[in-house]
Structure formats: C-alpha cells, structure tokens
C-alpha cells in the first residue's frame, strides 16, 4: 500500500537526525511500536499502553472527565490572555472589558470563550460525578479518587465565583455581594470568612485584587495538582471502573508482610488492580492508536463547541459596577441559584445545612456505601436505592437552580420567563 | 566483662531519646501552627481602604423635620424627628443589597424585603431588622454616627 505524501514525509523526518532525536519511537509500525510509543513520550505515559476495551467504550463514560480536564486546558490558556489585557484595579477593571470588547482583536471571542468553558466546566464536572454515581465507580478500590473529585468540583465553583467577580460590572459587584453574604450565614465563622474573602466589609477595590490573586494563581495551581492527582490514581486504581469478571483480584500487598532481606522489581510492589491482573488479553486493546485518536478526537470536538459558542454568543457585561443601586433581582452565579432560593426561605438552611450536608454526604458516601454489587454498569438494580436518593437529590437542586434562575423576577418574586418582566428603570 | 545493666532495653526510650522526641516534634508541631496562624493573619488587613466607620454627617440644621436622607457613600439613612435624629443602616440583612425608601418604611429591591420605619421586617426573606447606628454630636457641632456602635431603634440623640 502506498503511503500519503503527508505521512511520507513525515517519516522522512523521523528519520532524519534531528527527528531521530526527538521522537524516540517513530510512527508505531507493529504493536512492539505501539507500546513503547506510549511508554517513552512524556506526554503519553500518563495513559496505559494497553486499555480495556470497556474503557473505550463512549457509551459507559460519554468522555465526561476528559472533556471536563479540556476545558480546564481552554481556561487556562484563554484565561492567560486575558492577563495581558487585563488589570485588577476598580478604575480600570471595566474599561479593560470594554477594550476586549471593542478594542482588541479577537478580545470579545477569547472572553466569550473563557466565560462559556467555565459554565460548561461547572455542567461537565458536576455531569461527570453523576456517571461515576450511577456506575458505581466510587467503590473500592477508588473512593480516595471519588473524594479528590468531590474537591475538584468545589474548587471547579470556586475558581468560577472569583472569576465572576473581575469584570467589575453590576453583574459581577451584585453577584459576590449576594454570594460572599450567602457565605456569611455560616455559624461563627460566616461573617469572618466573610471579611477574610472580601479583606474588608464591603466589595470593593480588596475584595478585587484578592478575588484576582485567588482566580489566576492560587485556584487554578490547586486544581492543576489535584487533577495530576485524580488522574494518577485512574492509572494506579485499575484504569476506568468495570464489572467485576471472574478472576478479578483486587491485590492489597502489605508492604510490611514482604520479607525485607530482597529487593523488589517495581511490578512486585505495586498496588491495587492493574489493567492487566487476571484479565483476558483479548479485552485490552492498544492505546495507540485507539485511545489516543479518540482523545483527540474528543478534545477538537470540545474547542469546536467553545469556539462555536464564543462565535456566536456574548458573554453578558453590564453597566459598571454600582454600590449604591442593586439591580432587580440581585442574583448569584446560576450555580448558587438554587442555594439563593432555599436562602429566600430561610437564611439558615439554605445558606449553612443544606450545603453543609450535601458535601458531607458526598464526602463519606464511598465509605458508607461499600458493596461492589453493580459495578461498572449504568443504573444497575443492585444499586436502586442509592440511585434513586442521588436523583432525588439531583431533581431538587436541578428544579431549585431553575427556579431561581428563570423563575424568579423582581422582588425575588414568581415569574414565567416567557411572560416579559416589566422594564425596571435605573436609577431613581 | 562489660556491665550493660544500666543501659536501657531496646524497647525502653532513653531519656534523651524522650526529650529529643517531645522537643523535636514540639518544635515540629510548633512550627507548622505558627507559619498557619502567621499567613492567616497577614490576610486580614489592618488597614481598610473603605469608607470610615465613623463619619461626620454635616450639622443637624441640614435636615429639615421629618425627613429620611439617604446618605450613598455610607450606605445608611439619616433620620430626623423633631430635634431627634437617629442612623439606620441601608445594607438588607438578608444578603447586603442596598434598601430603599418606600412609603412607609424601606424596601429591597433584590429579594423583595419589607422594612417598617424602624427597620423592623414587614415581609420578604429577610431574618432580622435593619441595624440602627450611634448618632453624638462631635465637639464641632456636627452629627457624628459611628457604625461600630448598633443601639435599639429607641435611643435618639436630643438637640
């Protein structure tokens, strides 16, 4: 068969000295090649040589953590070039919006593209907890994962809310003060975490620079740790959870049972279940090309949709930041809608126990919830009871977050969206 | 042959091996709360660039009887009765959004929030009355609020 010009020539630079010395495995041409084109590249080694053919599979994991970690990547790169336009000062603030705006080449589509990713991050993350919910893959041996993740969503809100606050418009003032005084109903330490968060009483030019700091640097170093993390421990908890098969071994070496008088191979110490422990080698494929085509394939389809909405949709900016006239309503971030609504109730519930609790369930479910019957499946019927708390659980906040996202007009009182709200006048 | 009584069994802890252990992890421990306790404290700042919590609110002649002034950099109403006046704070207690003067009594626009005049809740979500501030007159004739000090909605200053 003859090759494409584009692969030939790509093979003549492989060959070549400089080729040579950066590819230490060309184009793989047998599976010895594939595997050891995933076992020398830096960036391959993070991913097995060989995955099971459930792990592919679209319809098990539908790719919401990768699609989840591009988003994460889109931020940070859009979000890098922001910096350069961008200056956390509450004189300049909004005026660097409206430069991006009008001003700078291809400004508008990089905010547009910065704030779209961050709500789909939210969406994606929060997505993919409920897949590992619903297959079970929380359970032994991957709760510690299950408990980096629950972190990993909190800090995904976090970094999202500081973000929120630095085009300095009065969506962004109004949204951190309804959002920080949301906080601040935590008993005993609310008003001081509150204070701490702001580094004052009020929002302004501290609460900026401190939202700014915590928004490019402290956040997204955090999260870049704890990702590396949650994905090491993927590799090292077995690779993507599955029903348990026959000849499954979940080994536990004590290190302290091995006799100390050897020395270990590395595969003699490693934990946990491996891709390849009792496991017919006709389930495992090569990652190369079939995992790492469909990552990239996966990853062109997340930056279309970023781009694609960036394109086409403005990321909203309102008048500048007004202290003294709160728009009506005054909502937080839609991610904290429902918690603003059960806070319309009552301030205590809404702003301290249910959210209190909600964390604390998610945080000892997977050492609560031990069984390992349904493992590695969609919705099995071993499992209808958990499921069905986690949906109920689900419904509520989905039903709350759209209540007081769509449904709530001025005063926080009922309103149909598809009813026009009256025109509010600003000012007095 | 050497006489080895004296020397602890391996199990036992020398006392110098005890004070190196409690010293060391002391100092460990030590270290560790301090360096916490010191970044958390270089976080609260000491300085605040905001307005003042204690300000000079002009000379009471500047409010006529019976009025409510709404004073924007200090987010409070200034209110006069007779030769009484008194401060009520502007920022709802349900989630710090600025109130309105309504007809009779205040008003929040972001979650709906009713306030009597004196600051007491109506209706809405709200969980406590708006705050009534310290009104002195300083020693240059002028209304001094301190919104440090909250008083019952009773307490007046008398001119």
Same mark, same amino acid.
């Given at each position: 068969?003859?090759?494409?010009?584009?692969?030939? #020539?790509?093979?003549?630079?492989?060959?070549?000295?400089?080729?040579?010395?950066?590819?230490?495995?060309?184009?793989?041409?047998?599976?010895?090649?594939?595997?050891?084109?995933? !076992?020398?590249?830096?960036?391959?080694?993070?991913?097995?040589?060989?995955?099971?053919?459930?792990?592919?599979?679209?319809?098990?994991?539908?790719?919401?953590?990768?699609?989840?970690?591009? =988003?994460?990547?889109?931020?940070?790169?859009?979000?890098?070039?922001?910096?350069?336009?961008?200056?956390?000062?509450?004189?300049?603030?909004?005026?660097?919006?409206?430069?991006?705006?009008?001003?700078?080449?291809?400004?508008?589509?990089? $905010?547009?593209?910065?704030?779209?990713?961050?709500?789909?991050?939210?969406?994606?993350?929060?997505?993919?907890?409920?897949?590992?919910?619903?297959?079970?893959?929380?359970?032994?041996?991957?709760?510690?994962?299950?408990?980096?993740?629950?972190?990993?969503?909190?800090?995904?809100?976090?970094?999202?809310?500081?973000?929120?606050?630095?085009?300095?418009?009065?969506?962004?003032?109004?949204?951190?003060?309804?959002?920080?005084?949301?906080?601040?109903?935590?008993?005993?330490?609310?008003?001081?975490?509150?204070? =701490?968060?702001?580094?004052?009483?009020?929002?302004?030019?501290?609460?900026?620079?401190?939202?700014?700091?915590?928004?490019?640097?402290?956040?997204?170093?955090?999260?870049?740790?704890?990702?590396?993390?949650?994905?090491?421990?993927?590799?090292?908890?077995?690779?993507?959870?599955?029903?348990?098969?026959?000849?499954?071994? #979940?080994?536990?070496?004590? =290190?302290?049972?091995?006799?100390?008088?050897?020395?270990?191979?590395?595969?003699?110490?490693?934990?946990?279940?491996?891709?390849?422990?009792? $496991?017919?080698?006709?389930?495992?494929?090569?990652?190369?090309?079939?995992?790492?085509?469909?990552?990239?394939?996966?990853?062109?389809?997340?930056?279309?949709? !970023?781009?694609?909405?960036?394109?086409?949709?403005?990321?909203?900016?309102?008048?500048?930041?007004?202290?003294?006239?709160?728009?009506?309503?005054?909502?937080?971030?839609?991610?904290?809608?429902? =918690?603003?609504?059960?806070?319309?109730?009552?301030?205590?519930?809404?702003?301290?126990?249910?959210?209190? !609790?909600?964390?604390?369930?998610?945080?000892?479910?997977?050492?609560?919830?031990?069984?390992?019957?349904?493992?590695?499946?969609?919705?099995?019927?071993?499992?209808?009871?958990?499921?069905?708390?986690?949906? !109920?659980?689900?419904?509520?906040?989905?039903?709350?977050?759209?209540?007081?996202?769509?449904?709530?007009?001025?005063?926080?009182?009922?309103?149909?969206?598809?009813?026009?709200?009256?025109?509010?006048?600003?000012?007095? | 042959?050497?006489?080895?009584? @004296?020397?602890?069994?391996?199990?036992?802890?020398?006392?110098?091996?005890?004070?190196?252990?409690?010293?060391?992890?002391?100092?460990?421990?030590?270290?560790? %709360?301090?360096?916490?306790?010191?970044?958390?404290?270089?976080?609260?700042?000491?300085?605040?660039?905001?307005?003042?919590?204690?300000?000079?609110?002009?000379?009471?002649?500047?409010?006529?009887?019976?009025?409510?002034?709404?004073?924007?950099?200090?987010?409070?109403?200034?209110?006069?009765?007779?030769?009484?006046?008194?401060?009520?704070?502007?920022?709802?207690? @349900?989630?710090?959004?600025?109130?309105?003067?309504?007809? @009779?009594?205040? @008003? %929040?626009?972001?979650?709906?929030?009713?306030?009597?005049?004196?600051?007491?809740?109506?209706?809405?979500?709200?969980?406590?009355?708006?705050?009534?501030?310290?009104?002195?007159?300083?020693?240059?004739?002028?209304?001094?609020?301190?919104?440090?000090?909250?008083?019952?909605?009773?307490?007046?200053?008398?001119?």
């Amino acid at each position: 068969m003859k090759a494409p010009p584009l692969k030939k #020539i790509w093979q003549w630079f492989e060959r070549t000295r400089v080729g040579r010395s950066i590819f230490r495995v060309g184009l793989p041409q047998s599976n010895l090649e594939r595997a050891q084109a995933m !076992v020398s590249s830096f960036l391959l080694h993070i991913q097995p040589a060989k995955v099971n053919r459930h792990s592919l599979r679209a319809s098990y994991s539908f790719g919401l953590g990768l699609i989840s970690l591009y =988003l994460f990547l889109i931020l940070i790169v859009t979000g890098v070039l922001l910096m350069f336009y961008y200056v956390p000062s509450t004189e300049q603030a909004y005026n660097n919006m409206k430069d991006l705006q009008f001003v700078v080449s291809v400004g508008l589509v990089m $905010r547009n593209m910065h704030r779209w990713a961050a709500h789909l991050m939210v969406i994606f993350v929060l997505l993919h907890m409920c897949r590992v919910f619903y297959t079970g893959a929380y359970k032994r041996p991957r709760e510690f994962n299950w408990v980096l993740g629950v972190g990993l969503f909190l800090l995904t809100l976090s970094l999202s809310f500081t973000g929120y606050l630095l085009p300095w418009d009065q969506l962004a003032f109004w949204a951190i003060t309804v959002g920080t005084n949301i906080a601040a109903y935590a008993p005993y330490i609310g008003p001081k975490l509150k204070y =701490l968060m702001l580094g004052g009483n009020v929002v302004g030019q501290e609460a900026l620079i401190r939202f700014y700091a915590l928004h490019v640097i402290v956040l997204p170093a955090v999260a870049g740790f704890m990702i590396a993390v949650h994905l090491w421990r993927v590799r090292k908890d077995g690779g993507l959870s599955r029903p348990d098969e026959p000849g499954d071994t #979940i080994q536990q070496i004590e =290190l302290g049972k091995l006799p100390t008088n050897k020395t270990y191979g590395l595969m003699e110490l490693a934990r946990g279940m491996t891709p390849q422990v009792g $496991r017919n080698p006709a389930d495992e494929v090569f990652a190369w090309p079939h995992l790492v085509f469909r990552e990239l394939l996966l990853f062109l389809l997340v930056v279309a949709m !970023v781009l694609f909405l960036g394109i086409f949709w403005n990321a909203p900016l309102e008048q500048l930041a007004n202290p003294v006239h709160p728009p009506n309503p005054a909502k937080a971030p839609w991610y904290f809608l429902g =918690l603003q609504e059960l806070v319309s109730y009552s301030a205590f519930w809404g702003g301290v126990v249910v959210p209190g !609790v909600l964390v604390m369930a998610l945080l000892v479910l997977p050492y609560m919830d031990r069984d390992r019957k349904g493992v590695g499946r969609w919705f099995p019927r071993e499992r209808v009871v958990a499921n069905t708390i986690f949906t !109920v659980c689900l419904v509520i906040a989905i039903v709350l977050t759209t209540i007081g996202s769509l449904f709530r007009g001025p005063n926080w009182s009922w309103q149909e969206p598809w009813k026009r709200p009256p025109t509010v006048t600003e000012g007095r | 042959m050497p006489d080895t009584n @004296h020397f602890p069994a391996e199990s036992e802890v020398s006392r110098r091996g005890f004070l190196e252990l409690t010293f060391g992890w002391l100092a460990g421990i030590f270290a560790v %709360c301090a360096s916490a306790v010191g970044t958390v404290r270089f976080l609260v700042p000491n300085v605040l660039f905001e307005p003042s919590l204690l300000f000079k609110a002009g000379k009471a002649t500047d409010y006529p009887d019976g009025s409510v002034t709404f004073m924007e950099e200090e987010r409070v109403f200034l209110v006069r009765q007779g030769n009484t006046f008194r401060c009520l704070s502007a920022i709802c207690t @349900h989630l710090g959004c600025t109130v309105d003067r309504a007809d @009779h009594g205040y @008003h %929040c626009p972001c979650h709906g929030s009713v306030f009597d005049d004196q600051g007491n809740v109506k209706s809405g979500p709200a969980p406590r009355p708006l705050e009534w501030f310290l009104v002195t007159l300083s020693k240059d004739s002028r209304l001094l609020v301190d919104k440090n000090q909250r008083v019952n909605p009773d307490k007046y200053l008398v001119l």
